[in-house]
């Protein structure tokens, strides 16, 4: 023991600086998914060594361990486990389940080694810290978990009456092994990726970033491969949502449930919480929106300002502003749609609920019209436009294996069915000429003609004209002339795709 208890630590942050507040005490607190800040400021700052949030018990919990082994003295430590979002991510849990039940070795999904956390919520330590380190941590430091902040901050405080603990060694320090994908040249703003589900749209929306996306800091002390202004269409979601079988998403149904609930219904303002969806939509600026767009809808169909507005001007002032900032549903053909602007996307781990909880969303205001008036609409596309889109650095392996998995599948399938919305073209040869037709894609009526000698031009001609041609269609399309145009010089018969 240490006699001395005006005696003042220096915290170590040696991963995530920019996202903790350190003191000068020896409580660790973890806060989980409720705002660092809240509880800061009910604390004087020689109470405790570090205030953090845990979002993820796969992502987190590594950084975590090894900034606690970098600060001996850290002997303390209180984990804020309060909301309904630590519930669902179940980092703070899984964080008490290491120090109560331990870790054995493992493997991550994507085949890494690791260290698994004894807990039923999947959660892993870098294989890099020794195990007898992580014994160390799990013997030294006295850990308490808190329901509420106001237990918390009583929690830490009474540990600031007690005497200094010496430190339990000297810091301890570990390697850190860093993939660096290769980035393939392509288009930086503005991407169009369509799918029939939210699953299918997903593995194309992650190959897509992974592919091509510039690497660049995060804003949190990392990296992320990011792609400005990718807009998803989903078309064909079904009533009860596709979970893939078996399910590679991050998320499943039991999450699914209580993130719906998050954006469809309103919910107090607590300290300490960050905004709901369903709180700003339903409360937070004096109207409940979404009754408003459904009576808008009703009153005029056609209506082109059904609008629900997420960002509040002070969002400026305070951190942790909305992600989800503008949705615009449209009535188009008897079709129900909703566009959802994402100032940012986090598209491996978040986009999947975004999506889903929009499109639950957009099934209740088609609901809602019907069952308050004659207009019975059709389900139209969710459309999602993420300004940044990106994937973080600790998510890039996990999204190659799904990638590896799925994508050429997902692709296939979709090329077999050969469905390009620009239509089709019909080539054939009269007169030593090569002569196209463009029918439309579903009754087959001609739009236009073209005719010539030469492949090349011909090409050139009707990508001109469609610009918005499916990539597999246009290379189709270049080789049949090709082979229309060999045809004449060969004097042989042509007939298209033998
Ligand atoms: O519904 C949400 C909420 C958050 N995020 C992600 C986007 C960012 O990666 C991070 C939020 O960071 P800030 O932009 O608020 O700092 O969380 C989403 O993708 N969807």
């Known amino acids: 023991m240490i006699n001395n208890s005006a005696i003042q630590f220096k915290y170590n942050a040696l991963y995530k600086p920019n996202q903790l507040i350190c003191g000068t005490g020896q409580t660790a607190i973890v806060t989980g998914w409720s705002v660092k800040q809240t509880i800061a400021k009910h604390l ?19 950084f975590l361990i090894r900034n606690l082994l970098a600060n ?13 979002e630590d519930k669902n991510a179940g980092g703070c849990q899984c964080l008490l389940d290491f120090f109560t039940h331990g870790f054995t070795e493992g493997k991550s999904d994507t085949g890494r080694d690791c260290w698994v956390i004894k807990s039923p ?13 992580l014994e160390i941590l799990r013997q030294n430091i ?28 000297e810091p301890l320090i570990f390697p850190e092994v860093e993939v660096t994908p290769t980035v393939l040249p392509g288009h930086r703003y503005g991407h169009r990726i369509e799918g029939k589900t939210i699953a299918e749209t997903w593995v194309k929306i992650i190959h897509r970033i992974k592919t091509t996306g510039t690497i660049r800091p995060t804003g949190y002390d990392g990296k992320w491969q990011e792609l400005i202004d990718l807009m998803a269409v989903v078309t064909d979601e079904p009533e009860n949502f596709y979970f893939p079988e078996p399910n590679y998403l991050p998320i499943d149904r039991t999450f699914l449930e209580e993130y719906i609930s998050q954006i469809l219904d309103d919910s107090p303002y607590r300290e300490g919480v960050k905004y709901t969806y369903g709180q700003r939509l339903r409360s937070w600026f004096g109207k409940d929106q979404i009754e408003q767009v459904i009576n808008k809808l009703i009153g005029e169909i056609d209506a082109a300002s059904a609008v629900m507005s997420l960002w509040d001007v002070q969002d400026h002032d305070k951190g942790g502003s909305p992600c989800l900032n503008h949705i615009w549903v449209r009535v188009v053909e008897n079709e129900l749609t909703l566009t959802a602007t994402l100032r940012s996307n986090d598209m491996y781990m978040a986009w999947p609920a975004n999506a889903m909880g929009l499109r639950a969303l957009q099934k209740h205001i088609r609901d809602e019209i019907a069952k308050r008036s004659d207009y019975d609409l059709q389900m139209g596309p969710l459309i999602t436009i993420s300004q940044s889109a990106h994937i973080y ?59 010539g000698k030469d492949p090349l031009r011909l090409s050139r001609e009707i990508c001109a004209d469609s610009p918005a041609i499916q990539a597999n269609h246009a290379v189709y399309l270049g080789i049949e002339l090709q082979k229309a145009w060999l045809a004449i010089r060969d004097g042989l018969n042509y007939v298209q795709d033998r």
């Open 121 to 133: 919520i999947t959660g892993y330590i870098d294989i890099e810290i020794s195990a007898t380190a």
């Open 142 to 169: 006295e850990v308490k978990e808190a329901k509420t902040i106001t237990e918390a901050v009583d929690l830490v405080n009474s540990y600031s009456t007690k005497e200094t603990l010496e430190p339990w060694g």
């Open 393 to 451: 650095s600790d998510c890039w392996q996990h999204t190659d294996l799904i990638i590896q998995k799925h994508y050429q599948k997902i692709i296939n399938t979709e090329q077999q069915t050969y469905y390009d919305p620009v239509g089709n073209f019909l080539i054939e040869i009269q007169d030593d000429n090569i002569v196209v037709t463009r029918t439309t894609p579903g009754s087959g009526e001609i739009v236009a003609c073209y005719l």
């Open 72 to 84: 001996p003295y850290v002997r303390r430590l209180v984990i804020l486990n309060a909301t309904k």
């Open 44 to 62: 004087p700052s020689d109470n405790y060594a570090v205030i953090g949030n845990l979002y993820s018990p796969t992502r987190g919990i590594s």
